[in-house]
């Protein structure tokens, strides 16, 4: 089974409803399928006061980074999970939704101010910042998701594959800190 990252635009309200309500992130990512909401909900016993979420139209917005996100991330950061400030903002930036399992663990919210700072971050980095970062045996060595790195690129162009999604990345983010909303990041 394959782990791809996704990204969601939340308006700041609705966000911080979710973070209030975890179960909710049910409702953003996966709004046609109600029952993984109602899965999650805590059973008989436990009753909780469901927050409200109205998304309005066109609030959520979405877009994945395939299996290339944890290579990004190592460009980013040169780290496997690690790395400092907004640049490591792709798997260690925000606050987890509760202990919500939405694929691989919890997903994280990065707020408007959050999403700010990540797109500078992502906006000061070139394609040649990342090419210059692109060290294949060290990705292998540090088990960089999907361990695909020393595949010769004539056949196989991991580097292009990871600027590609680092285009959209960097996109995406931008769109999101223009209309000042911030970020669900979940691996599923």
Known sequence: MSMCLAL??????????????PPLVWRVIAPDFPEAYENARPKPGKEVEAEELTLSEGEVQNTDLDKAWHGIHYLLTGTSYEGEGPASFLL?????????????????????????????????????????????????????????????????????????????????????????????????
């Open 8 to 21: 969601c635009s939340v308006d700041e309200p609705n966000l911080r409803k979710v973070l209030a309500d």
């Open 92 to 188: 260690t930036g925000g606050k987890a939704v509760g202990n919500v399992d939405v694929g691989y663990g919890p997903a994280r919210a990065l707020m408007p101010d959050e999403v700010q700072d990540f797109h500078q971050a992502l906006s000061a980095i070139s394609a040649e910042d990342l090419r210059a970062r692109f060290n294949p045996a060290e990705m292998m060595a540090l088990d960089i998701y999907p361990d695909i790195w020393d595949r010769d690129p004539v056949e196989d162009d991991t580097l292009d594959y990871c600027l590609q999604y680092f285009k959209t990345l960097r996109e995406f983010v931008g769109a999101a800190a223009s209309r000042k909303q911030g970020l669900l990041i979940y691996i599923s």
